[in-house]
């Protein structure tokens, strides 16, 4: 009965139907980069020179943790050195003679590191715990704890059902995956030979086949959900209230997570950075590395001890739950609340005491994001935000500190100092060092010189070589900065990186900057999609517009909450890019004009590059307003979540559906919330019509929504 009253959900399956759509695409765009011929030829090539050297690997790490056994400095002294030394020497024989293969894993390997999927399982699972306490709503938890089989054996196969969901929701959704990987990219991987056959599993010291370790790993990570769940669960029987028992586990998540990130393994308190409920999510990090850490003087396996804090801490949490739901079987004990359940009641009334004595607006937020459950919304909007900054593709480009030094020199008003001092003497030394090699190759030819002299002439070469193309590179820039006596001569990376059709990715065009917008949209969509239609289910919208405030006092005030969070959502989206940015690429120059950035075309106007992004920014938080105001019609119209699947259907798809290179993304309202495609594609001045012309088109959606609202009487909305 209970897993018919979760399949027969509407919202469930919806969720499910949601959770399987989002799984393939993001899977599809996360590895877009990733499934080409060269990338996969790339990977397979890599593959093959750990295989060829994986013996040699594992060989030294035994020996060098032997050796910690005969120096007497370890033996004396550093005991942790000593004994971890023979734990990990122990393990790894474990696969010295493991044969390695072929494997064909670059799809698989992706399927390992696709993390978002155990989000949304996780996700899925917190919506069933949740549906358990619904019959408090419904007036029969009076009735259900006064039953044999509505105390502990109920509890008890709840329990056995959200193992079950887990395990299933793991197989269909992993299953489904490992499918599209074999589309995507073209392979098959070899399920029987060994799992240590992937350099992504070479610390895995258990030897297993590949099949194995996917089933094995599917298994250990539906079971940690469950635990994670349970986790959420208890606090949930313990609290009585949703809003709190929600908020206590986000914060214990976010202190566990912080707790991972910022421990070391060298600190004292190791044991609590590798036993936490990250792991749950991350477990393919726990399956596949080999870790050590002290506690207490003894060197601990985290893997050992993971799992025996994992089976204490479980039987804890089903301890917890038999015991709640075996003493709610009497009257007193289901009806009357506990004392924490009391003050946790009398803390939720005086927040409210407090919350009514702040203005309008405020108790219109409070509304949204508590009684309505936007913090959930705000939640996955703060992480998805969070993940899509990634830095890596810059990262690994190499270092370009010598163009960061010449600009760093050279830069700011343009100046022949830079031909003088640099450019020339740069290229007089090239000439002299291509004679000379010239020289070098002939007396080889001749063999009045051996292969080593040759050698070294041509590494030096190489090296000119390089130094060469940079300076032609900077010499184009100066010449072009030299035509337009607005421009100054400043380094352009960063900020092409920032403003230009690189992105935060280059070679892929707007392509965070497109998902960034996409998610703010979103959010806006789904944050505010019950707000019109809260006032008609609690039947308080005719007693609200029957009184002054209620009609285009209140209606203003909800216009003032949009404008607010498009302000906010603005702040974000600028404050995330300058810091991403700052990481992979410092900017300079703020002051320059805008005729210093050669990528943009015809500028009509002399502004400086801050006043630009001050601008930009300015103009993003009306785009974000205006869409705000056509969203706020359709929800006003439709309301509830199918207004927001509508409005993310109309505004969001189109743009989503571009990024698989369909061109449609004139059908979408993401690019005036970008702002920055447009003036690269069509121009500054197109870009200000086509701007004007959408914050008309809000504006008239907000007229509309004022006359919807207080313009036509008492009964344009009945009653349910």
Known sequence: MELRKILFNKRSFISFFLITIMTCFVFAIQNRSSYSNSAIET??????????????????????????????????????AKKRGEITSRRYKRIAGVQLKQTHGAGLVSVFKFMLVNVLILVFMIMIVF?????????????????????????????????????????????????????????IPSFFVSVQSLSYFKDFTFPMSIGNAFILYILMSAILKVMVVMVLWMILVLCSHK???????????AIEYLVYVTLSQSHPFSLLKYNNLYLCLNSIDLLRSYRTYSFMNQVIEAQRMFLCLFIIVFMILIGILLFKGHTQRTFHQSYIMTSIERILESIHSYIKLIITKFPLVFHEFYKVIITQKGWIFFLCFIVLFIKMQDTSPYLTQGSIEQQKAIYSKYGGVYSKRIFVE????????????????????????????????????????????????????????????????KAWLIDQNGWKMLLSKDGHYAGEGFLTME????????????????????????????ILRATAKGRTYLYNKRILMYFIVSVLLTIVWTVVDFYVQAKVYPLTFFSAPLDSLLFFKNVPISLSINVFIVLLAIYRTLSLFALSMIINFILMKIGSFKGGFLTLILFVVPQFISMFNIDVHYLSLIQPVMILPLIHE????????ILMIFYLIGFIAYKAGKKLWSGKGMNLWKSK
């Not at 910690?68 to 550093?78: L, V």
Request: net charge positive.
């Open 422 to 485: 640099y450019i020339d003497p740069c290229k007089k030394n090239y000439a002299k060092e291509v004679k000379r090699y010239k020289d070098v190759l002939k007396r080889y030819e001749e063999k009045k010189i051996n292969k080593d002299e040759l050698f070294d002439a041509q590494m030096r070469m190489d090296n000119i070589q390089n130094e060469y193309n940079l300076v032609k590179s900077i010499e184009v820039h100066v010449n072009k900065v030299k035509k337009n006596k």
């Open 682 to 689: 069509v121009g500054f001045v197109y870009t200000s019509w």
């Open 515 to 542: 998902k960034e917008a996409m998610l703010i949209v979103a959010f806006i969509c789904f944050f505010f999609s019950s707000i019109w239609d809260y006032d008609q289910r609690s039947e308080m919208n005719l």
């Open 131 to 187: 549906s358990y306490t619904d019959y408090e709503h419904l007036s029969l938890r009076l009735i259900i704890a006064t039953t044999p089989k509505g105390r502990t054996r109920l509890v008890i196969r709840r329990i056995f059902l959200l193992t079950f969901i887990s395990i299933l929701m793991h197989v269909f959704l992993y299953t489904l995956l490992l499918m599209e990987s074999c589309v995507l990219f073209k392979e």
């Open 43 to 80: 990977f397979n090539r890599n593959e093959l020179a750990y295989q060829k050297q994986y013996k040699t690997y594992v060989q030294k790490i035994m020996a060098v943790s032997e050796s910690y056994s005969g120096i007497s400095i370890f033996e004396k002294t550093n005991t942790f």
């Open 243 to 253: 809003s709190i028992a929600s908020a206590i586990f986000s914060g214990l998540v």
